[in-house]
């Protein structure tokens, strides 16, 4: 199956599944575009965000990559964050966190899952991160996730953000 039409169905699937998740009975089928704007950013997890990225049609790009103007000309963030022992950002993440803090989040819409990490310990940490993106204007989008946690699941968690990015 054609990528962009892969994508748009799944989108579709998740539009449906929301709207009728909250007891609407009528379903208004959207066939919802590519998002150009959208960025999954990640170290060390490529798998993932490219399976999140191919599922909205977005780009994934190495935590490595990215710089202030990309930042800015992006709307939308998928931050795939990774942390070392003790709850402390992994170098290429902390080097990241430090070019989102230098440019206005005002207006980007960012949600954020864990991929390394351990829920109970760094859970404080993860928050703190969220609420310091939020501090720069960021709106967080849908709920902190880790990944490989019993309740994490990816179509779920993909269809749940997504109409809110």
């Known amino acids: 199956m054609e990528e962009s039409l892969k994508t748009s169905l ?10 009728y998740g909250v007891g609407r009975r009528q379903f208004k089928f959207l066939w919802v575009m590519k998002h150009e704007s959208i ?25 490595q990559s990215m710089n202030n103007r990309q930042i800015k000309n992006s709307q939308s963030f998928i931050l795939a964050v990774e942390f070392q022992s003790a709850g402390q950002l992994t170098p290429h993440w902390l080097y990241a966190y430090l070019n989102f803090h230098a440019v206005s989040l005002k207006g980007k819409k960012i949600a954020v899952f864990v991929t390394l990490g351990n829920k109970h310990d760094d859970d404080h940490v993860a928050k703190e991160f969220c609420n310091k993106l939020k501090e720069n204007g960021a709106h967080i989008v849908g709920e902190l ?9 990816l179509d779920n968690w993909v269809c749940a953000i997504s109409p809110n990015l």
């Open 10 to 19: 799944f989108r579709l699937k998740c539009r449906c599944t929301t709207m």
């Open 39 to 63: 960025v999954v950013v990640y170290d060390s997890c490529q798998a993932i965000a490219e399976e999140i990225a191919d599922k909205l049609g977005a780009e994934a790009v190495s935590v």
């Open 145 to 153: 996730q880790y990944a490989g946690t019993p309740e994490w699941n």
